[in-house]
Structure formats: C-alpha cells, structure tokens
C-alpha cells in the first residue's frame, strides 16, 4: 500500500483563484464610469496605469510597509539629537510612485476641468494598495491653497511641492527638488477646540505675514513627521496664526523641532505619528496674523475631501476582495454568490461602495469647477457632509465584507484586517463626526446661498417619487430650527443620502438607483444584507464583482 497517497491532506480546493497583480482600474467597473461622468476621462490612460501598479507592485508594498512600522530614533549612538523616523523601503516606494504620477500634486500643476477628479481616481486606487502613505501624500497636496495665501513662502516652496520628485533625505529644502508638507495643530489640552492652543510665536524682527518668528510649545499629533515643513498653528499678541515651520533652518542646522515619540495606533501602521516639541523652532508666519483658522482651514478643506475618497477606496478594495472570494467560493455545493442570502449582502455592499464613490468623485468635480459660485457653495457644504457620512459608513461595511470571506477574512495574509484597522482614523482625524456635523450647521446658517446651493443640486426628486418626499421632508426638517444641533447627525445623514440618490439616479443605472432609493430612503434593516424584496442583486453583484465586466 502506498502510503503517501494518504499524506496528501494538502490538495487546494474550494479556493479563489488569486487577485495578486490584478489591475484596480480595469476590475472595478463603477470607477470606470464615475470618473468618467464627472470629468476626469482625459486621464483615464493614466489612471489606467495607476491601477496596474496599485494592484501589483504597490499592493505587495503596502503589506511590507505595514509589517515593518517605521522606527524613531531620538539620539545617534553618540548621544547626539538625530529625530529620525526610519521607514521601510516599501513604504518609500509607496511615496515615491505616488509623487512621480502626480497624487499630491496633479490638479495645481494641471489645472484643466477633470484634475481633481482624475487625481481623486487615483489616489482611490493607491488607498486600495496602501493607506497609510496617503496621510502625507494628502498633507502636501492639501497645503497648496493655504500656502498660496502667502506669495512670497509660495515662491520658495510650491515649485518643490508640486515636483513629481520624492526625497526623503534627512537634509534641507534648498537640497531638494521636492518636498513633502505636513500639518500640526492638536495639542493635548484641545483637538478640535485649536483656539486653546498654547504653543506661542515670538517675532524674530518685524512681525506679520511673511515673517519669521520663533515658536515654543508641543503638539500632541503630528504625523509624517519626516515632512519637509508642517503648517503649524501657534499664538501671538493678536491670536492663532498660522506658520510655515521646516525641519530644518536655511542654514542646513536642524530646526528646534523634537520628536517625543511615535505613537502606538490601532492601524495607519505604515505612517509614523508623533508627539512633537518646538523650542524656538523658526517659522513664517503664512496669512493674516490672528487670522490662523481660516487659513490652515484652506489646507483641512482638502484633507477633508480626501478622507471620503480614501474611506470609499478601502470600501472598494473591501468589496473586490469579498465579491472575488465569493464568486468562486462553493459552501453545500453553491457558489456563495449565487445564492439569495449572501446576494442580498454583497448587492448591499456594493451600494454602499458605489454611492461613497459617487459623492467622492462629485465633490472632485465641485473642486474643478470653483469658478462657479454654485459649485463652491456645494463643495463647502459637501466636504463636511461627505467627510462625515463615508467615513462613518466604512468600519461596518469593511467588516461586513470581511465577514462574507469567512475565516479568510479575519487573517492577516489578506488584506481585510488591515483595511478595517485603517477605516475609523478617516472619521476621527481632520475634525471628528460631531465636528462635521457642527461644520454642516455652520455652512447652512453662516454662509449665504448654501442652503440654495443643496437643494438646486437635489432638484425636485428626478422623477422619483421616494426621493421628493425625502426632499421635502429635508425642507421641513430645516425650516425647524428647533434642537438642531442635537439632530445635526440624522441631517447631515438626511442630505448625503438625498444627494447620493439623486447622483445615483442621474447617472442612469436603474438597478443602482432603484435599490439605493429602495433600501436608504425607505428604511429597511439596520445591517447590510437585509435589501427590501424587488432588487436586482444580480445585476448589482456582477457590476461590482472584478473579472465579471
Ligand atoms: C492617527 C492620527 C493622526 C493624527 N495626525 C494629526 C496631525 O498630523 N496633525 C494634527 O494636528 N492632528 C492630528 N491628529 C489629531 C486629530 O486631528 C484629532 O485627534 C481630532 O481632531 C480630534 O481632536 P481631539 O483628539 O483633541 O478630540 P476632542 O477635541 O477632545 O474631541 C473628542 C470628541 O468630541 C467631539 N466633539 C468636539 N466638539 C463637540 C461639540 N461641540 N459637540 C459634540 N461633540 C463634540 C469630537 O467629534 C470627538 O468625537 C491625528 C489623530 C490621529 C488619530
């Protein structure tokens, strides 16, 4: 008798062919089309070459990076300060590939209708990769309209912003051809509240904008702290300004900038965060003195804006994974994504990811078009609601999805672990839920014409019955001012659905838009899966499922 025949207890069966190398552009349908519809289908060849590299060589990095978190080291071995954050070479070619195809800087260097969108698009499929690069990708991208507010700081600095160079060389911007920017306002006493902030700022000469002064203080968060320079907030005789504080002087000596130490996070385990201190480090005061929220809010706009598209990214890549697993995986004979129940879960998903995707990439194109008053009071209401709603929506959905992977989807070697560890950081960071909510009130009541701006977008409901009764009772929920921040989550709620609906709706694809009115203006389960009777789940799996279009 043989044996080794019945050694053999390792046959694989019953597995999903391998994603490895797939590319996230080409598998993902509803990208396709949403980039196109909102203006960015000039740069679909580009797009197209990011998704080759997200799906492999960046996909194979992302998991390096994050095995290997970055190291601090305070002092060399000879007792010198060195406040060096060291990375993995994955996570530096993260930066690199990302830098050398314009993610932090395509819109400002080529600003034609489309940039952001097509930038946006891109940045959705480097998030899929890998997340925590993204944070200073962001960061830089995101410092351009602040520091543009300061032309002679701009001068210097916005030709090596927007290089499509990356060096991460421990040495001065002068020795640079491009730099990254990073941004530190949380002290300990107070996040969101940064008018409590202590850190002080000391006139060097002459003071005002422009100017060097000197600043003495810490801040409880400051990430990628291996940016070339952070837009920093610090305190005058004439309140919060804002600075431009490099790591280095322009005399090559270190700037007074000390890093504490790393902090220990829940995910985003490929970016480094910190606690840092300032001891008369210099800086230039960018903008008005006392004028320093407005100003850096220019930067956290943007940042905002990519916390949806990063959130709806790691929903995506969640759902790929989810969908590709359960079309091939067989439970009593069946592939899973043929039989109703796991149908009803994996259609639900995929609304959830299309509809994120829709309102990311429909805030891209309000970026593009800022020249119409119209668009700028949408974008200024959008990034709030947007920020709020698609980062609440991600920690659920990418569990879910992990959930339809069974065991497979609770173990490191795939990806899922890791996208649900990243997904809460996007509500909490760049302003908190609650803090959205308050921005959405504040947009509606201080800023003339957004309230306008909503409702032209919603329309009159497009033909859709659900959704003029959704409008309408939007109206009459502001109309009643009554107790309105205490039910400023279920409107900003109210608005992002009413808003996906009608982009769903717009766009044409009945199976999409039926089920997303169906199941989110007419009130349906309190988890995924439970879609009311009457849905295409077919149509609405196929549509997401890579390798089925
Ligand atoms: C991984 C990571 C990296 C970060 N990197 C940076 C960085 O690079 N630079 C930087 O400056 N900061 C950074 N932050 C800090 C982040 O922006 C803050 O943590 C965030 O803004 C919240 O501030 P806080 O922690 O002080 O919380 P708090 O301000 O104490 O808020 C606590 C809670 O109260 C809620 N809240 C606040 N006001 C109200 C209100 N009026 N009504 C109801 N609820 C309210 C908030 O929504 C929040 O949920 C980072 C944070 C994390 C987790």
């Not at 600095?157 to 421990?170: F, S």
């Not at 203080?217 to 600075?243: I, N, R, V």
């Not at 991600?394 to 609770?410: F, H, L, R, V, W």
């Not at 439970?530 to 609405?540: K, N, S």
């Amino acid at each position: 008798m043989n044996l080794h025949q019945f050694a053999e207890t390792h046959e694989v069966t019953n597995q999903p062919p391998s994603l490895d190398g797939a590319n996230l552009w080409r598998v993902d349908l509803p990208l396709q089309d949403w980039v196109r519809r909102c203006g960015g289908g000039w740069a679909e060849s580009r797009i197209d070459a990011y998704g080759a590299l997200a799906g492999g060589p960046l996909m194979a990095a992302g998991f390096l990076a994050n095995q290997n978190k970055p190291v601090f080291s305070s002092h060399d071995r000879y007792g010198h300060r060195i406040d060096l954050v060291e990375f993995h070479p994955a996570y530096h070619e993260l930066m690199r590939t990302a830098v050398e195809h314009g993610l932090p800087s395509l819109p400002w260097a080529d600003p034609r209708p489309g940039a952001h969108v097509a930038r946006a698009g891109m940045t959705y499929l480097h998030t899929q990769a890998e997340a925590g690069s993204g944070c200073p990708l962001t960061m830089t991208f995101a410092s351009v309209p602040a520091l543009k507010l300061q032309p002679d700081l701009a001068e210097q600095w916005l030709p090596k912003v927007l290089a499509t160079e990356y060096d991460p060389r421990n040495v001065g911007m002068a020795h640079k051809a491009g730099v990254t920017l990073g941004m530190a306002m949380t002290e300990k006493q107070g996040g969101t509240d940064v008018r409590a902030n202590t850190t002080r700022a000391f006139a060097v000469g002459v003071p005002g904008p422009g100017q060097a002064y000197e600043l003495v203080g810490h801040k409880w968060f400051c990430s990628a702290p291996m940016c070339d320079a952070f837009l920093t907030l610090a305190q005058t005789d004439k309140g919060l300004s804002c600075f431009l504080l490099p790591r280095h002087r322009p005399d090559d000596t270190r700037n007074e900038f000390y890093i504490q130490r790393l902090k220990n996070k829940l995910g985003n385990c490929s970016n480094a965060s910190s606690e840092v201190e300032f001891r008369g480090a210099l800086a230039w005061m960018i903008g008005e003195e006392g004028r320093g929220v407005p100003t850096i809010i220019e930067m956290v706009a943007m940042t905002r804006f990519d916390c949806m598209v990063g959130s709806s990214a790691l929903m995506r890549q969640a759902l790929t994974q989810a969908a590709h697993h359960c079309a091939h995986r067989q439970v009593s004979g069946r592939v899973l994504a043929d039989q109703p129940l796991m149908q009803n879960v994996l259609a639900d998903l995929a609304l959830e990811s299309e509809a994120a995707l829709a309102l990311s990439l429909r805030m891209g194109q309000a970026l593009d078009h800022l020249d119409d008053g119209q668009q700028t009071r949408f974008a200024r209401l959008m990034t709030a609601v947007g920020k709020y709603w698609v980062c609440k929506r991600a920690p659920a959905m990418i569990n879910e999805a992990a959930e339809c992977m069974g065991g497979a989807g609770y173990v490191e070697d795939s990806i899922l672990p890791r996208l649900y560890r990243e997904a809460p950081v996007n509500s909490t960071w760049e302003g908190s839920g609650n803090v959205q909510c308050l921005d959405v009130l504040r947009a509606l009541s201080k800023e003339p014409g957004v309230l306008d701006a909503l409702f032209a977008e919603l329309g009159d409901g497009h033909g859709d019955r659900r959704l003029a009764a959704h409008i309408d009772n939007l109206k009459a929920a502001f109309k009643d001012t009554t107790d309105i921040q205490y039910r400023a989550r279920q409107l900003t709620e109210d608005i992002a659905l009413g808003v996906q609906a009608k982009l769903l709706l717009d766009a044409g694809n009945a199976a999409v838009s039926d089920a997303f009115i169906a199941s989110r203006l007419s009130g349906s389960g309190r988890v995924y899966g439970a879609l009311p009777r009457g849905i295409d789940v077919e149509a609405l799996v196929q549509r997401s499922s890579p390798f089925s279009n």
